[in-house]
């Protein structure tokens, strides 16, 4: 595995936040339920019918699926203003059905979005290869991929993509902007772009390719080994055993395991790493509660492979981004004094969720259960707790982001142990 910059290490942590991260590792949406007066009218002009508005609904039957069919077929035949799409209106309900529940990682996905988490923990998609942020609504390019087919065509730190084949992205969700940039590897995408210094928009003409995105970036500072964990997916051990083999060659004197703004991913990913680390003997990787109601919990182990390390000093960043299978990883490593949590307080997504996904290409994301550290600390709603708190500071200049206090923190304790 070559070795990663800063820069494109905190790059990769911005994209993978601000672009490909899964809608159900969002965390902070507040809903208010509204309640409607059914006496108030709002000013409309209805046209009383005997069937709907007479029948006496006393003793009526309860709500049933064919409601469902009823609806589509009344607003196919008598909705005013037409265009009405019944795939569109059923993936409406199923959304609505599924975000009625109280609990925000119980979701329904369409067959775009399914499409794009499946890719994200698989480690690749075909795209055209660029580092984004959405400042201000505007779809801007942090840095082209080295080797990509961005960099070929031209694309530049700082363009602004205006318009993608004529379609204009400007204040447009990320997903939607995205997804409209992605698509097949050999297929074009025609890019209209704003850059300063530039009078005119340009248009830049893109071919897609397959991109792979690295789980696991490694570099050395010094002595000590910086490991940044992106997202725990499909090739998530298989790289990070690597960097643990290219921190021991190198002589590494420490270790920093970089979680900050890991939205998590698989669990079996985050067992696996846990025992690169810890030894198994020492007890399980964390504890599985799927009744709500019980007390005992389920021990789940510890995964081992043929690379670890249980001597190197360790140090855990984390912030307020940690969530899911990284918090997982983070409280196992604090519970078993193996590393030192430096950061903030990280997100306490502590659930699990099971992945259905249909014949057409949609899924349904389901919690199942809710996860314990080893000493059964309740993540859900607390997070971990680092050991060593410290704020990030202000990063004006991305292109220069050696200003980490949180890593410097972290190598700082490493050296001194204090």
Known sequence: ???TGL??????????????GMGSFGAGIALERYVVNPAADNGADLERTISSMDRDTTDAPEVSIEMIDEVIELLE??????????????YDALEGMVGGLPDQY??????????????RLSGEYEGIGVWVDQPEGRLTIISPMRGSPAEE???QPGDVIVEVDGVSVEGMPMDDAVSRVRGPEGTSVNLTVEREGEDDL?????????????AV?????????????????????DELDQAIQDAQEAGAEGIVLDLRSNGGGWVSSAREMIGRFVDEDEGPALFERRDPDSDEPTELSMSTGDVSEFEIPMVVLVNESTASAAEIVAGALQDYERATVVGMTTAGKGSIQRIHQFDEGSSVQVTIAEWLTPDQNVIQGNGIEPDIEIELDDIDDRDDPSDD???ERAIEFLRSGE
Not at 7 to 20: D, K
Not at 217 to 237: H, K, Q, Y
């Open 202 to 214: 340009l248009d830049i003409t893109v071919e897609r390719a397959k991109i792979e995105l690295p």
């Open 1 to 3: 595995m070559q070795s």
């Open 153 to 155: 065509a031209g694309l």
């Open 77 to 90: 035949e008598e909705y005013y203003y037409g265009g009405i799409d019944r795939s569109e209106l059923l």
């Open 106 to 119: 119980t979701v329904f996905k369409r067959p775009a979005e399914t499409r794009m988490s499946r890719q």
């Open 405 to 407: 206090s949180q890593l």
């Open 7 to 20: 820069a494109l290490r905190v790059i990769g942590v911005i994209f993978l936040v601000s672009i490909i």
């Open 217 to 237: 970036m490694f570099e050395m500072e010094d002595d000590i080994a910086i490991l940044t964990v992106t997202i725990f997916g499909d090739n998530t051990t």
